[in-house]
């Protein structure tokens, strides 16, 4: 039995999903994978918590549900830094969830470093430090002797990274084709059978999955930064979101997709990159009309989906329907998990 020593940063949605699979999938784990999770450490914007001999997810879970935060857990300490936490207790893996900062990537970048210097894996459900800074996280990592994984910062469980990073061994990638983002999936899906944007977007509020501010979901820089990940991650060209075209759908209309319903084609926000004969990719967020046979366009409602066109390994599909945070936690597991049986 290995005992794997976790410092949770963030315990928001995806946190707190993650405590809820510690509480509920630990015993498995063991069994499973000879693996002892223990939460050692975590941190919120009211400070952290550290403790050797291991945190309870069930008592940090109800703490942040009755709308504390972990400094309020015995032990705690108020006002001190997610970095800070680092150097309070010995812990194996920084798990990343604080939030996504586009501009400059912070907390969770210089997080991130300070867990390479300490000899720390990192498994992060923030994007912000891969779009911004890969190659120098994996440099980062490779001279730590550490892991870095981020299977959740793309759609959460759907295995994007995973299938093109692991499965696609020896393979061109021509094109990779994907509908990234749920929350305008589920938007265009209820415009398709009348409804109008306001009553759509105010809907995916409601269920809870769009953000407050769902700017970055509407205007496609959601699905374009995942793009970004995967264009450095899995084709080894190392895009900059700058280079990205990005069309949101902000100005889609019902019309517009009731026109292309009558023409037997459903208008999905695609993300593409599409590799041109020098070996570079052109990367692009746009909505497009795609014909009713094609694999993403079955893609409904709160589903998202990846297609991989390959050289060697034939055209291939993957589509998830995952609603709420647990499952972007789970694949936070999966890394962690897979972190060790790789390294046996
Ligand atoms: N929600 C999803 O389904 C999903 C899916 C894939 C990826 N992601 C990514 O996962 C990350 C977390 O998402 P979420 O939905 O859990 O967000 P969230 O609910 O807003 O939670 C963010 C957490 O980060 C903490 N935090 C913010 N600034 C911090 C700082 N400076 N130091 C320490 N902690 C800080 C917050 O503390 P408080 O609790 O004190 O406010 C909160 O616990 C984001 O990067 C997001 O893009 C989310």
């Known amino acids: 039995m290995v005992t794997v020593r976790l410092a949770l940063a963030g315990v928001g949605n995806v946190g707190r999903g993650f405590l809820e699979l510690l509480r509920d999938k ?44 972990v400094a309020a857990y015995p032990g705690g300490q ?40 300490r000899g720390l894996h990192v498994v992060s459900a923030n994007k912000g430090p891969i779009v911004l800074a890969y190659r120098d996280l994996l440099a980062r990592a490779g001279t730590a002797g550490r892991d870095l994984r981020f299977s959740a910062a793309v759609c959460g469980a759907l295995p994007t990274v995973n299938i093109g990073q692991r499965d696609l061994v020896a393979c061109r990638i021509e094109k990779i084709e994907g509908i990234f983002n749920s929350t305008t999936n589920y938007i265009l899906g209820a415009m398709t059978t009348g409804a109008e944007f306001e009553t759509a977007l105010t809907e995916a509020q409601r269920v809870g999955v769009a953000e407050a501010d769902p700017s970055l979901d509407i205007e496609g820089w959601d699905t374009a930064n995942k793009l970004v990940i995967l264009a450095n991650s899995v084709l080894g060209y190392p895009a900059q979101l700058d280079e990205v075209e990005v069309i949101g759908i902000q100005a ?93």
């Open 78 to 117: 108020a006002g001190l830094s997610a970095q800070e936490m680092l150097g309070l207790v010995e812990a194996d893996v920084l798990l990343e969830a604080t939030l996504t900062d586009l501009k400059t990537g912070q907390p969770g970048l210089d997080l991130m470093r300070a867990a390479f210097e």
């Open 252 to 344: 889609i209309t019902p019309g517009a997709l009731q026109a292309a319903s009558a023409a037997n084609r459903v208008i999905k926000l695609l993300a593409l990159a599409l590799r041109r004969p020098d070996g570079t990719y052109r990367l692009r967020v746009a909505p497009t009309p795609l014909p009713l046979d094609h694999p993403l366009a079955r893609t409904r409602g709160w589903e998202m989906g990846i297609v991989y066109t390959t050289d060697i390994m034939g055209v291939q599909t993957a589509s998830v329907d995952e609603r709420g945070p647990v499952p972007t936690g789970a694949a936070m597991l999966r890394d962690v998990i897979s972190i060790y049986r790789q390294r046996g």
């Open 26 to 69: 630990s015993a498995l784990v063991r069994d499973s994978y000879g693996l002892d999770l223990q939460m050692v450490a975590a941190a919120d914007r009211s400070g952290v918590v550290a403790e050797a001999a291991g945190l309870d997810p069930v008592e940090l879970l109800a703490l942040k549900q009755s709308g504390q935060g």
